[in-house]
Structures are given as structure tokens and as C-alpha cells.
């Protein structure tokens, strides 16, 4: 623009992430400058993502800029939003300091499992790999299959129990439920379904419990 000119008078739509550095307000900064201009802040959102297709809400925002190209009149406000996490209020210390739960020993079956599938969170950009990691408390997290794979070796998220076996992360371009194998410290073995990278206060966890059938509904702690 030659300085000092006023901005064109067309329909702008300015799109920001609220968690990339300042980009949600440059978009409405941006958007002030033009008449017809219009910002939209994502929650939890990076940059680019009407372009790359970044996390799951790549396409929500990609529509929106379809629907905007098509009819620059229509409102640019979206329900888009890239929350894939509830945050915790606390790491619990032991087990018993888990929300309790029918099922003995799940509630620390699946945190352990939780704790290190959300190290896979669509949104982290790169996602970690190789070396293991270490657990919360102790014990390995290793990240294999193009990080679709982990395999938790006396993983401590709380501890006093311990967790080994494997977690099979869904693809995250079409979604769907996380499976594990999982055996606790103190003599338990699991096999769990769930729905990760979902901001949900209650988790619905489904699958077997020493060999018997159980859904469980798991408080985030």
C-alpha cells in the first residue's frame, strides 16, 4: 500500500490462533485497516492452518475460506476451534489420589496411558520421537511408528504403580479411538478404547479388565 493511502474498501477476513505469539490480535488489527474487514481468533489455534491443513481443525477453518470466497457477505464467525486437551488442575502423587473408579486399577492404567498420549497432542509441532523419554515419575515413554505407536517400560505416572505394554494412536486425519495392552505393577492387565486429544471433563473408557468387560466414565484428575 503507498503510504498514507487508505485501504481498499473490499471484504478482508483476517484468521489468528489465540495460542500463536500475537496473531489473534494482529488479525484484528489487520482487519481494522480495511472497511469490510473482518478477524476471526481461534481457540487454541496456530497460523496458517487455512493453507496446511494444520490439527484437526485444519478443514473447519478451510471451509470457512471456501464459504467466504463464494460469498464475501456472509459472517466469517466459526465454531472452529483446536482445543484437543482438558488441562489438569494436578499431577497426582500416588494412586489413591485418582478419581476412584468400579474397575480396580484402571483409574491408573489410563492416566498412565493419557499422560503419555497427550506428548502426541496434534497440536505439538514437531512431535517427539526417539530417545525414550523418561515417566513422570519414572520408567521410559518411547514413540515409534511415525509416532503412532508408544511403548510405555515401568512408565510411573503416579508412584506407586508402574505401567508397561503398548498404545496404538489412531490416524489423526480421520480420528477415532486409541487401543492399548497395558499391565500395572501391582498384577492387573488391561485393554483399553478411548478417544484421545478430546477436551472432555469425563472420558468414556471402554474394553477388558482382567479378561471381563467394563465401560468405566474417568474424571480428568
Known amino acids: 500500500m503507498p503510504s498514507g493511502k487508505p485501504y481498499p474498501d473490499i471484504p478482508v477476513p483476517a484468521i489468528g490462533g489465540t495460542l500463536d505469539s500475537d496473531f489473534a490480535a494482529d488479525a484484528r488489527a489487520l482487519a481494522g485497516k480495511f472497511p469490510r ?4 481468533a481461534v481457540p487454541f489455534g496456530g497460523h496458517s492452518a487455512t493453507l496446511y491443513g494444520v490439527g484437526p481443525y485444519g478443514e473447519c477453518l478451510a471451509e470457512r475460506a471456501r464459504t467466504f470466497i463464494a460469498d464475501p457477505s456472509r459472517p466469517v464467525h466459526s465454531t472452529c476451534s ?54 513422570l515419575r519414572g520408567g521410559t515413554v518411547t514413540f515409534d511408528d511415525p509416532g503412532r505407536r508408544i511403548v510405555l517400560d515401568a512408565d510411573r505416572y ?13 490416524d489423526p486425519s480421520t480420528g477415532g479411538s486409541a487401543t492399548a495392552d497395558l499391565t500395572t505393577s501391582d498384577g492387573h492387565t488391561f485393554q483399553p478404547a478411548w478417544r484421545p486429544f478430546e477436551p472432555r471433563d469425563v472420558v468414556v473408557v471402554t474394553g477388558t479388565a482382567d479378561g471381563v468387560p467394563f465401560t468405566a466414565a474417568l474424571r480428568n484428575s
Do not use: K
Open 37 to 40: 474487514g473482518r478477524a476471526m
Open 158 to 170: 503416579t508412584a506407586d504403580i508402574a505401567v508397561s505394554g503398548e498404545i496404538r494412536l489412531p
Open 82 to 135: 483446536a482445543e484437543t486437551y482438558r488441562a489438569l488442575g494436578r499431577f497426582p502423587r500416588t494412586s489413591d489420589e485418582l478419581p476412584p473408579t468400579h474397575v480396580p486399577g484402571l483409574a491408573t492404567a489410563y492416566a498412565t496411558a493419557a499422560d503419555a498420549t497427550a506428548r502426541r497432542n496434534p497440536g505439538i509441532t514437531p512431535p517427539p520421537t526417539a530417545p525414550p523419554q523418561p515417566g
